[in-house]
């Protein structure tokens, strides 16, 4: 592969780089296809690979010892995975796997570990993304306690069109109720809700977004707390 242009990459980390930083961690990149359901890090496992992806979206999911589970986190072209590495943490208890299919880079984490002890800078930036992935599951944990599941899927929904393409996502119901921790017909029943408000059109394994701001309105105060502070950290969304 050739030079790698930080004018050309989409993820917002590696673009917000130094360039001393960027021309650095460049070298040691490497361009990978991230289809749906692959695995970017295995729970208490240290990953091989650190990613930074371009397009798709992953999601962070905590799963209990009986197999109970739920998203924690999403991430796309804002972020990078896994936050283990950057806190030099070893490994984490989380699955992390692309929900929606993609690409980026990666890079040996053994490297990234060693860029992060000789470069000050670059360290300053990943942490305040992680700072900024932490506040999100924060909210999260707050929207699954206090939100109805209405309000919990327009703010998901929000939160994957920030890293989406266009206004299509792809995701089946089955794999919403996984990451909404809630039973099927629940998503069914909240989806048709936002279809009636005309915010949204569902058909099988997609969803597509009618009314952005419409969406916003009817998420209230479950939407923007986590992305304010992702912008006062790093800037808005690439």
Not at 44 to 65: K, Q
Not at 107 to 117: A, D, F, G, S, Y
Not at 131 to 154: C, G, K, M, P, Y
């Amino acid at each position: 592969m050739g030079e790698i242009r930080q004018t050309a990459v989409r993820n917002n980390l590696l673009r917000l780089m130094a360039l001393d930083s960027f021309s650095t961690i460049a070298k040691h990149l490497e361009f990978h296809e991230l289809p749906r359901g692959f695995e970017l890090s295995e729970p208490h496992e240290e990953a091989e690979y650190a990613y930074f992806p371009e397009t798709g979206i992953a999601s962070i999911v905590a799963r209990s010892p009986q197999g109970q589970h739920a998203e924690i986190g999403i991430f796309g072209r804002d972020g990078m995975t896994p936050a283990a590495v950057v806190l030099d943490a070893g490994s984490d208890p989380f699955s992390i796997f692309m929900q929606v299919q993609g690409d980026g880079y990666r890079i040996p984490t053994v490297v990234l570990k060693q860029l992060l002890e000789q470069d000050d800078e670059l360290k300053n930036l990943l942490g305040r993304y992680v700072q900024a992935l932490s506040v999100q599951s924060a909210f999260t944990s707050l929207s699954n306690a206090v939100h109805h599941i209405d309000e919990r899927l327009a703010r998901w929904i929000l939160m994957c069109h920030d890293r989406a393409e266009g206004d299509e996502i792809s995701l089946t119901h089955e794999f919403l109720s996984i990451m909404l921790a809630v039973r099927r017909p629940s998503v069914t029943t909240a989806l048709h809700v936002l279809e009636g408000r005309k915010l949204i059109y569902s058909e099988r394994g997609m969803i597509i977004v009618r009314d952005r701001q419409a969406l916003e309105q009817f998420a209230s105060d479950a939407y923007g707390e986590c992305e304010r502070e992702y912008a006062r950290l790093l800037g808005p969304y690439t």
